[in-house]
């Protein structure tokens, strides 16, 4: 058994404090309160320091002191009550839960809404979120997915500058408010999934290799140092976030995590910590007798992250598929700059919908190599799908939504797209009806030469794709707070029926037995060029779905798959109900016959076999 790192509170005014610090000869814990006082820890083998203090409980705050040189927070720090340069508390761990009868979501549920926690509300907390919940719940959303919200610098932040990974955002509420949202979820029958970084630290406030050889040299990642995860003394650093990991899981009762740039990892071991990291998830799921999942993002287009162990895969329950939204994103918007320049095509999409990948092997301009891996025989449940997320958006240089890109009518073919799709379909937060403010990328360092390295990095990194804007300044406060939600908007005008068409797209995913259930087996799509309008079938036992979705500029006529009966029209966004044009599609028709489509259109049909 791996020792438990961290401060534990053990009950009667009494805590175990364990840390890894091979870098130091000596360690002391300098405890600020509640009575100042400083107390040699013992040396461990394997570079362990541990002691068990009296007088000391939930609330107390405390130092490491290495060598009797500098003062460090906890690596393991449960809670920064005055920020990642300041000390650390030990935390109570007890909580009245109230969600004993849950046990989780089989994965073909999963209908998830990404959400930052700064930005989603006016107040900017998790407790801020809960009444939130049951709105989503009842749009049909199945899981809520949290931007990382491990301790940061400052108050705002995307959440990727995480430097103390056990510790819960302070601004956002702390530990005890997270937990109080993800009961909260779990109430209301919602998964719960949290983004983690285990790829790199932010910048300000990384400590770590004061302790021990937590990075390499051998590696770099976009970001800065890479982590050690395969050279001398990595092992307890894999430990380290491995239990970081479980801590999510089993203290804060967390469904699925998702996994941050894993193409980043940089790991050459015969057992990499992303497979180590599978199998200890895997069980401590079984012990806990619930549904734990991990959802990985990654650029490679590798189909061994989703593969199984015994078919030399990773064991991954799902990927993010930046393919299907690249695919997607450039056949609306017509943008061919930067990853984009590789797409635009509608069979491109095409081919999304049949396999996942869009490349899988074949020549990348923007890569300039052959890129990705054959992805036809990866189940449909393992591929998670998007229009928009918080890169898609964040990363463009006025962090830009589609509603500034799109038309309205592009919008709600868009939301088809995704919601009709045979994969686990994921919203980014006020997409639902139309969110006008920005996501642009913002950080609150308090390091003036950092802020200028960020600002000349963000500017670097857009000139690939062309834009002429200059960015907003990552680090104004200004540009945090233009990224806050309107959800007042929701309730008028075209964001309150763009919220409805959301809705009823998902009610008739959730009614169709023909559209509920990931299957790639059974789907069929096919793209009519010319028209630029994609035709996609799908069907489960005796229920059958035809979408037809018209990409162009002018009316398509689509002759209506041979069924037995008649097909029955479920949806069409020209609908005067969602302010279209108007239908000219009738109620109901027999198969073989033809159906007039408006421009920029979605119509949905179903029938019995």
């Not at 058994?1 to 805590?15: E, F, K, Q, S, Y």
């Not at 360690?27 to 100042?36: F, S, T």
């Not at 920064?80 to 109570?92: C, D, I, R």
């Not at 290799?209 to 140092?225: L, Q, S």
Request: with cysteine; net charge negative.
């Amino acid at each position: 058994m791996r020792p438990t790192i961290g401060a534990d509170d053990l009950g009667n005014d009494r805590c175990s404090f364990r840390v890894w610090a091979p870098n130091a000869g000596r360690v002391d814990l300098h405890v600020l309160r509640p009575q100042e006082r400083v107390v040699p820890l013992t040396a461990d083998d394997g570079g362990y320091f541990h002691a068990e203090v009296d007088g000391v409980g939930p609330g107390a705050l405390y130092l490491y002191r290495l060598d009797e040189r500098v003062e460090r927070p906890d690596p393991a720090s449960r809670l920064q009550p005055e920020g990642v340069h300041g000390p650390s508390q030990v935390l109570e761990r007890r909580f009245p839960w109230s969600d004993a009868g849950w046990d989780g979501l089989p994965l073909e549920r999963y209908l998830i809404y990404e959400l930052h926690v700064g930005t989603f509300t006016p107040e900017g907390t998790f407790d801020a979120i809960i009444p939130v919940l049951a709105e989503l719940r009842d749009l049909g959303i199945t899981a809520v997915e949290l931007m990382p919200v491990a301790q940061f610098p400052g108050d705002r932040n995307w959440g990727y500058d995480g430097v103390q990974p056990f510790a819960v955002q302070n601004s956002y509420g702390g530990p005890q408010a997270l937990k109080r949202l993800v009961d909260a979820c779990h109430n209301l029958g919602l998964a719960a999934v949290l983004d983690v970084v285990y790829n790199h630290l932010g910048p300000e406030g990384n400590y770590l290799a004061d302790f021990g050889p937590y990075f390499t040299d051998r590696y770099r990642t976009p970001w800065g140092p890479a982590l050690n995860f395969d050279g001398p003394d990595s092992d307890p650093v894999r430990w380290f976030f491995i239990e970081n990991a479980l801590y999510w899981i089993t203290e804060f009762h967390f469904d699925a995590l998702r996994l941050d740039a894993v193409h980043a990892i940089r790991d050459h071991s015969p057992l990499t910590f992303l497979e180590e990291l599978v199998l200890a998830v895997r069980e401590c799921a079984r012990e806990l007798h619930r549904r734990v999942y991990l959802f990985a993002e990654s650029t490679a287009n590798d189909s061994r992250l989703v593969r199984g162990r015994e078919a030399g895969g990773y064991g991954v329950d799902a990927q993010w598929n930046d393919d299907f939204h690249h695919a997607l994103h450039a056949l609306v918007t017509g943008e061919r700059s930067g990853y984009y320049a590789d797409y635009g095509g509608l069979g491109q999409l095409v081919k999304a919908y049949r396999e996942g990948f869009v490349y899988s092997g074949e020549h990348s301009r923007f890569y300039r190599r052959r890129h990705g891996t054959p992805s036809r025989d990866i189940p449909a449940e393992r591929f998670i799908v998007f229009a928009q997320n918080h890169d898609q958006v964040g990363n463009r240089r006025l962090g830009d939504r589609l509603t500034r890109l799109l038309s309205f009518e592009e919008l709600k073919v868009v939301a088809g797209a995704v919601l009709l799709s045979p994969f686990i379909p994921l919203l980014f937060m006020g997409e639902e009806y139309g969110e006008e403010a920005p996501f642009p990328y913002f950080v609150s360092h308090s390091d003036p030469e950092l802020v200028e390295s960020v600002r000349r990095g963000r500017d670097a990194e857009f000139r690939s794709f062309g834009w002429s804007q200059a960015p907003p300044d990552p680090q104004a406060e200004e540009t945090f707070l233009g990224a806050k939600l309107n959800r007042n908007l929701r309730y008028a005008g075209r964001h309150r029926v763009l919220w409805e068409f959301y809705r009823e797209l998902i009610r008739l995913r959730r009614r169709s037995a023909a559209l509920a259930l990931p299957s790639k087996a059974r789907c069929d799509v096919a793209a009519l060029e010319a028209e630029r309008v994609l035709v996609l079938r799908r069907w489960h036992g005796s229920e059958q779905a035809f979408a037809v979705f018209n990409f162009g500029d002018v009316e398509a006529s689509v002759r209506l798959p041979e069924v037995c009966g008649s097909w029955i029209k479920a949806l069409d966004s020209a609908d005067a109900r969602w302010l279209g044009e108007g239908s000219r599609l009738p109620p109901q028709a027999r198969g073989g016959g033809a159906a007039e489509l408006r421009p920029k259109s979605l119509a949905v049909f179903t029938a019995a076999l």
